[in-house]
């Protein structure tokens, strides 16, 4: 465990200042003792091998920092910084190392096993799979050593599908997808397309997570094993669509009608990586790809903005319980791909 003495010697180091809306802000200094540390790396089980604990510390405390003054401006100028960040299993890395787990990943051109979006009414004012429809759905953590968000989205979407259809209230697995459609870059590259077309085309099943368990510690993905006698009903994906471009009225449109929708998502931001409440507008990024699923849409009452309610895979103390609201503006597409399942098998 870091010392006492060597973790003061590192604290010493952390005086910062953060530039953020074009205004400079001393950063008030901010103090670490040893039993908050204990308490940061007992509440999300941190180890620290390759990585040096001393590092941790001094991002922890480096992140707390900006945490800290982002949280100021947004007590001073809430109508500009509509957001709040929070501690969380990130905030004892460094950016760059946070964005390096979400390389930009390349869309296939096409989708063979894709068919045309059902038709659909026009979109409701506001809709939340949620609280509109009662679903009781469990937020995932991937964790933090593979890029498995396309995995995680994927899974997630058919779960909430098969609740609202009352098809199936089982969790699926996340990890059957990485381990059985990753083709060798599950923590890496991959896109949430191909999970569909190991479903769809492919026509396989997606076991549920009481038989196919998921691991969020394996920085590589593992062997495809599909359980050779399930515990829980496994699903069969009959169709999926996918649109290229879509515009804020599309999105709408499908999620109104009850299509939770995968996105893919740059998040190679600080404030992504520490969000913790409010209606998030994207700051600069690195460029990068995650997926998380759009279970929603309307406005926030406080702020008047229109915002997404995406579902993420960070576990539920990242976000508002797990989730993300993004602001809605036609002016900042949400995506350049939206995928959704629309159809069960027998």
């Not at 005086?15 to 008030?28: H, K, Q, R």
């Not at 396989?204 to 515990?231: E, S």
């Not at 209606?279 to 995650?290: A, D, E, L, V, Y």
Request: with cysteine; glycine share 6%; net charge negative.
């Amino acid at each position: 465990m870091y010392g006492a003495k060597e973790l003061c010697a590192v604290l010493l180091l952390t005086t910062i200042f953060s530039f953020e809306f074009g205004a400079a802000i001393l950063v008030p200094a901010l103090t670490i003792n040893s039993a908050e540390w204990q308490s940061y790396v007992n509440t999300y089980g941190k180890t620290y091998t390759t990585y040096p604990e001393s590092y941790a510390v001094f991002y922890y405390n480096y992140n707390n920092k900006l945490i800290t003054a982002h949280n100021l401006q947004a007590d001073r100028n809430p109508n500009t910084v509509t957001y709040r960040l929070g501690v969380n299993q990130f905030t004892d890395m460094r950016l760059i190392h946070f964005s390096a787990l979400f390389p930009k990943t390349t869309l296939p051109t096409t989708a063979p096993s894709a068919t045309q979006p059902p038709t659909v009414q026009a979109a409701s004012p506001s809709f939340d799979f949620i609280t509109d429809l009662q679903l009781n759905i469990t937020v995932e953590d991937q964790g933090t050593v593979c890029n498995s968000g396309w995995a995680y989205a994927t899974a997630k979407a058919i779960e909430v599908y098969a609740a609202s259809l009352a098809v199936s209230t089982e969790r699926f697995s996340a990890q059957n997808l990485i381990d059985c459609a990753g083709s060798g870059i599950g923590c890496t590259r991959q896109v949430a397309q191909t999970a569909f077309e190991y479903l769809v085309g492919f026509q396989q099943p997606l076991y549920t997570v009481t038989d196919y368990p998921d691991n969020n510690r394996l920085t590589t993905q593992g062997m495809c094993v599909p359980p050779t006698t399930a515990t829980g009903t496994p699903i069969n994906l009959a169709s999926y669509s996918r649109i290229d471009n879509p515009d804020d009225d599309t999105i709408m449109q499908y999620v109104s009608a009850q299509f939770p929708v995968v996105i893919e998502y740059d998040p190679t931001s600080f404030d992504f990586m520490q969000y913790r409440s409010g209606i998030f507008q994207q700051p600069r990024t690195k460029g990068g790809s995650h997926y998380m699923t759009v279970v929603g849409y309307g406005t926030d009452t406080t702020t008047n903005l229109n915002y997404w309610l995406v579902l993420n895979s960070f576990g539920t103390t990242w976000g508002e319980n797990g989730y993300i609201r993004i602001i809605r503006q036609s002016t900042r597409p949400l995506t350049k791909v939206a995928l959704f399942p629309t159809a069960f098998g027998p």
